[in-house]
């Protein structure tokens, strides 16, 4: 374990608090001092240290355990304590929705002198972006603090005028330095409350409750075992773990309860990410998936606008409210820079219909622009393919795999022109056959056809154009030039999910992805092990997401590859089990799995990651039929 790098902004090792909007995110011990640590309420850091010292000193932590995603519990005494406590400090740290919540109670067994408890306190209202090196940020920020009974308050008024407030109460009083606020404590038992207040405009504080919140917690986690129950307790923990995880990831909005994609820097609307949650779990979770609907149609695209790249009927990328993005600094307002999301709007309302029928005519305008975007704009050069441009001012592959260096040709030079990438052109065909169950179930029939017609071209012209004869797969996309690229990657395994891959076909398609140019033995790499970008502790060139796997575990599923599917849930459990958390991280590298040795790590994944929070949910049935002995001895 190592302590923030004080050369660095990032964490090297991360933890975090969360409820609704408001999460801490500290340092191994959850402490916020230094770095991109500090308590955020969505995209601004409100507090930038939160820092507790007795008598001049840090307490040496002795136990510190998440009751909850939002409540630690910690047990912490003297610096150095060696052989005999004299000072025991117990407290809980409690995210509420509206509120931090800090309750120390402090005892002296050893010695009857006072003590003096200090709490450093410093609020900067940086926009996360800014945390995270964005450029072009604010060039300085006035913040004023002052005092008032029972506490103090920091104010800041953004650059667009609303005004941002850290309201701290604090119970018995303390004396406030200018930096901390200090306690002399004379009595053997002393007990110290501290509240913080995340406020904007004319908010007054809201305290939480922490109790409800636990059983709200407990009653989730009974719902699921009522629904789902794994033959193997470590299996079910997991399981258990992420309902968890998708509770504490959701926060609230006019919709409903709305699942970030993950902690600490992506409480925000992402359209893909959400409704790749939302697939996974419609049918454990269905009011979760029927927000991401509800939701990402109330901010469908409606106009044309170069900046934020947005489009009639388009489906949005990221959504973002902190201080930079109002006031233009940053297009994600929101910024639609993505070529899936669209197709999987139409496909994520076609599966929900099945079991809520009055969906499809709630959002009909809403998925029936979807369609219009893929025949339009989603195809800019009307080759029945939808593509996207490269982005130069922002993502440049607007696919999951996001990142600049991701999609390349087979030499290694990046993409360019309008690019098609092939799990897009799966989900395209799944949004066309969706749409065709839709009319059918809104009572217009002949409708249908038009769209189940449409899906088989789709199918026949993407097989002719995305086959890879020699490799028995199919390639990673096609470049502006329509010349494929023949890169051997994770894509086409995902892409069994969405069912265009023709059924002869689909077995093939496996048996390359769980080779061992691909396979890892915990998952499937995102890049083959011989290819020219290939490096194992990479964002998406040789790496393991674990979503991207559990795609290609529901897409054999699917094509009743069942020995294949329960192989890849398997080593998703164990790796799940294998983590010190007992959840899947966002990506791991892609090294060989090694008996009794855990997945590396990969040093910035998300955790939790709401995609990965989905797969116990999505793949739990798998497990169901019988045990599945864990490999090695890590469950």
């Known amino acids: 374990m190592t302590m923030l790098d004080s050369e660095s902004p990032t964490l090297t090792t991360r933890t975090v608090l969360k409820e609704n909007d408001l999460y801490l995110v500290g340092n191994r011990h959850y402490k916020v001092a230094q770095g991109e640590s500090g308590l955020y309420r969505r995209d601004t850091r409100f507090l930038s240290r939160y820092e507790w010292r007795l008598d001049g000193q840090r307490p040496q932590h002795l136990l510190q355990h998440e009751r909850y995603p939002f409540w630690l519990h910690e047990q ?28 120390l109670c402090v005892t002296r067994y050893v010695g009857d002198g ?64 200018g930096e901390q606020l200090s306690w002399t404590l004379t009595e053997a038992v002393t007990e110290i409350r501290v509240s913080v207040f995340p406020l904007q405009a ?12 636990a059983g709200e917690y407990d009653a989730l986690r009974g719902r699921v075992r009522g629904d789902l129950t794994l033959p193997d307790p470590y299996d079910q923990s997991v399981l258990e773990r992420s309902v968890a995880d998708l509770r504490s990831l959701s926060f609230a909005t006019a919709q409903g309860a709305f699942p970030a994609a993950g902690l600490p820097w992506y409480v925000a609307p992402f359209g893909r990410d959400s409704m790749i949650i939302a697939l996974m779990v419609k049918d454990h979770l269905p009011e ?30 990221e959504m973002r409210n902190g201080e930079l993005t109002r006031i233009g600094r940053t297009p994600h307002r929101p910024y639609y820079a993505t070529a899936d999301a669209t197709p999987l709007f139409v496909w994520l309302i076609g599966e929900l219909s099945a079991a ?45 795999k996001d990142s600049g260096d991701s999609t390349f040709t087979q030499e290694g030079v990046d993409v360019s022109g309008h690019v098609a990438v092939i799990e897009v052109q799966g989900y395209a065909y799944a949004a066309y056959l969706a749409a065709a169950r839709m009319y059918r179930l809104l009572g217009e029939p002949e409708r249908a056809p038009e769209w189940e017609e449409r899906a088989a071209r789709l199918r026949e012209q993407f097989h002719a154009a995305f086959w890879w004869p020699e490799r028995g797969y199919y390639v990673h996309g096609l470049n502006g030039d329509k010349r494929p690229l023949r890169v051997l990657v994770s894509n086409p ?24 140019e691909l396979w890892n033995g915990w998952g499937i790499r995102t890049l083959g092990t011989r290819e020219v970008r290939y490096n194992p502790v990479s964002y998406h060139n040789g790496s393991v997401w674990p979503h991207d796997t559990a795609a290609a575990a529901l897409g054999m599923l ?51 990651q709401g995609w990965d929070a989905a797969i116990p949910l999505a793949l739990a049935h798998a497990l169901e039929q019988g045990t599945l002995t864990p490999a090695g001895s890590l469950g």
């Not at 004299?86 to 409690?94: A, E, M, S, Y």
């Not at 809201?206 to 919140?213: E, N, Q, S, V, Y």
């Not at 979760?288 to 990328?317: N, Y």
């Not at 995902?494 to 059924?503: A, E, F, Q, V, Y």
């Open 493 to 516: 395994a995902h892409t069994l999910w969405t069912g265009i891959i023709p059924p002869e076909y689909a077995a093939q398609v496996a048996r390359t992805a769980l080779d061992s």
């Open 202 to 213: 004319d908010e007054s504080p809201t305290r939480g409750d922490p109790h409800a919140l």
């Open 76 to 103: 912490s005494s003297n610096a150095n304590v060696g052989y005999t406590m004299k000072v025991g400090i117990n407290r809980d740290l409690q995210l509420l929705a509206t509120e931090l919540r800090d309750t």
């Open 356 to 400: 809520h029928p009055g969906l499809a005519s709630e959002l009909r305008p809403n998925w029936e622009a979807a369609l219009q975007w893929c025949l339009t704009d989603g195809d800019p050069d009307g080759d029945g393919f939808i593509e996207y441009t490269p982005d130069p001012g922002g993502i440049t592959n607007a696919v999951w």
């Open 114 to 177: 006072p003590h003096v408890l200090t709490l450093a306190l410093k609020a900067d209202f940086v926009d996360m972006f800014e945390v995270r090196g964005w450029p072009g940020g604010v060039a300085e920020r006035t913040v004023q603090v002052e005092e008032r009974p029972g506490g103090l308050e920091f104010r800041y008024t953004a650059q667009d005028g609303l005004e941002l407030r850290a309201a701290v109460e604090v119970s018995p009083p303390a004396r406030w330095d």
């Open 558 to 608: 699917r094509y009743g590859l069942t020995s294949e599917a329960r192989q890849i849930t398997r080593a998703l459990f164990d790796a799940a089990r294998a983590a010190h958390d007992g959840r899947l991280s966002e990506l791991f590298a892609g090294f060989p799995r090694e008996q009794d040795t855990p997945p590396v790590p990969y040093p910035a994944a998300c955790h939790p």
């Open 288 to 317: 979760l998936a029927l927000t991401v609907a509800r939701f990402l149609a109330a901010h469908q695209g409606r106009t044309h606008d170069p900046r934020t790249l947005e489009q009639p009927g388009k489906i949005l990328h």
